[in-house]
């Protein structure tokens, strides 16, 4: 934390350990993180009041047509009185938080007999493994691209460059899968006539990993390149990367040392919510591919009224984006020394 030279510190007779632990970077960082992390517990509370009561709010009941079928009075009363609905709203919601808070968030109501933190511990390694590998491959290829295009501005490698951003921009999700799928996996395996073409279901499989991951990565792909590229401009048309580029610096120099690391933080501000979104999952990617994920789970839940579910991938969703944006403004610190968090 920043303090003015010359005026003592407030305190300083009876000096603390709180007060000696903020006065260095570490200590500075460490208390940013705590304060962030206590900062969670009311966010959580919000996004479980709002869902909680957003959902309710809609017409109807989970019982409303089981299997196909309408449940006569007798199963729904009995079916209320078990996963406790028959109770004013109030009181379902203040046990919710009492059970969220010891870590337990309930039995679904479509899966008879699985708990919410089962079903969703089943989804991770899915989507987990989908998300990462996409992420891996988003953050180096976008960078590049933007990168690329920006020092070679107007010409015809930026010119390709923002041209296939601009197309992969263009499509949405389920259309890049969907056409993926009929010619990767239909078309290719009749022309083929089965000797070669990639699966698009049993997921698992090493081969069945491609199109997915290439499908979930080519907007973040497109929007990543679009932004270094323009934060690159920028840097490089400062007045310290003129002066390295006076002295003789190599282009290698230049680039790695003066115009890459200033020009991360509007992509890092990006990438943060990005990763959060693919390892919560995608819900077109893993409906298009079949992939058993959590995405995919909590569509289900919500066109069940699987209201323990839905609760409980909607925290998921909240922790994982909030850590994912505590990550990057730590990060800052470490890519531009002269960000200070107070």
Do not use: C
Request: no cysteine; hydrophobic share 50%.
């Amino acid at each position: 934390m920043a303090v003015i030279a010359g005026r003592p510190n407030r305190g300083a007779l009876l000096p603390s350990r709180l007060s000696a632990l903020s006065g260095s970077r570490a200590g500075s960082l460490t208390i940013f993180i705590v304060r962030r992390i206590l900062w969670m517990v009311p966010i959580v509370f919000f996004v479980i009041l709002i869902t909680f009561f957003l959902m309710h709010l809609a017409p109807g009941s989970p019982w409303d047509r089981n299997g196909g079928r309408e449940l006569s009075a007798a199963v729904r009363h009995n079916l209320d009185l078990k996963y406790g609905l028959n109770k004013p709203e109030y009181q379902q919601f203040e046990l919710y938080l009492w059970n969220a808070a010891h870590f337990d968030f309930g039995l679904s109501y479509q899966y008879e007999g699985k708990t919410v933190t089962a079903l969703i511990g089943e989804g991770i390694p899915y989507t987990a493994t989908l998300g990462v590998l996409a992420f891996l491959i988003i953050v180096p290829v976008g960078i590049a691209l933007g990168v690329v295009a920006a020092l070679r501005q107007n010409t015809r490698t930026d010119y390709i460059t923002m041209g296939f951003a601009t197309v992969a921009a263009s499509f949405p999700n389920f259309v890049v899968g969907a056409l993926m799928v009929v010619v990767f996996s239909v078309e290719m395996a009749r022309w083929t006539q089965h000797a070669f073409f990639l699966p698009a279901a049993d997921f698992g499989v090493d081969d069945h990993l491609i199109m997915p991951v290439i499908t979930l990565s080519l907007l973040p792909i497109a929007y990543t390149a679009r932004l270094t590229r323009a934060s690159t401009l920028d840097t490089i048309r400062q007045d310290y990367v003129r002066t390295a580029w006076a002295k003789g610096l190599s282009e290698r120099i230049v680039v790695l040392k003066h115009v890459l690391k200033n020009s991360l933080i509007p992509v890092v501000t990006t990438l943060g919510p990005t990763f959060a979104f693919l390892v919560t999952g995608s819900v077109i990617v893993e409906t298009v591919f079949n992939i058993p994920g959590i995405g995919r789970a909590f569509v289900v839940a919500v066109t069940s009224r699987d209201y323990p579910m839905i609760l409980g991938t909607t925290v998921l969703f909240s922790v994982v984006i909030a850590v994912a944006n505590l990550v990057v403004d730590v990060l800052y610190v470490f890519i531009d020394p002269r960000v200070r968090l107070t």
